[in-house]
């Protein structure tokens, strides 16, 4: 069984950072991808940024102030969000496609889901 826990929401004002984290846990083989969605009221839930081992890939809404990381070591991935906006209040989900014994092709796995609110 695979888990992904996050943390790292909250209030924010415009302008201001917050830090998301999620960690992978379980009977995991290998990740091939990491990365972060959001989902906000009334729209689908959009790709915020994601990283493979040798790539990371933006939505252009973030481009320049969000940025992605992972650690292998850990089953880590995190995202760094500077100069928040009113737009950026959504619920993030972290996602990883893993596979959990060798030769098995990735499955997606989503976490639970954090609130993050950027609002004065």
């Known amino acids: 069984q695979v888990q992904l826990v996050e943390s790292g929401g909250g209030l924010v004002q415009p302008g201001g950072s917050l830090r998301l984290s999620c960690t992978a846990s379980?009977?995991?083989?290998?990740?091939?991808?990491m990365g972060w969605y959001r989902q906000a009221p009334g729209k689908e839930r959009e790709l915020v940024a994601h990283?493979?081992?040798?790539?990371?890939t933006y939505r252009d809404s973030v481009k320049g102030r969000f940025t992605i990381s992972r650690d292998n070591t850990k089953n880590t991935v995190s995202l760094q969000m500077n100069s928040l906006k009113p737009e950026d209040t959504a619920v993030y989900y972290c996602n990883a496609a893993l596979s959990q014994r060798l030769l098995d092709p990735p499955d997606d796995y989503w976490g639970q889901g954090t609130q993050v609110t950027v609002s004065s």
């Open positions: 990283i493979t081992s040798g790539s990371t």
């Open positions: 379980g009977s995991i083989f290998s990740i091939s991808v």
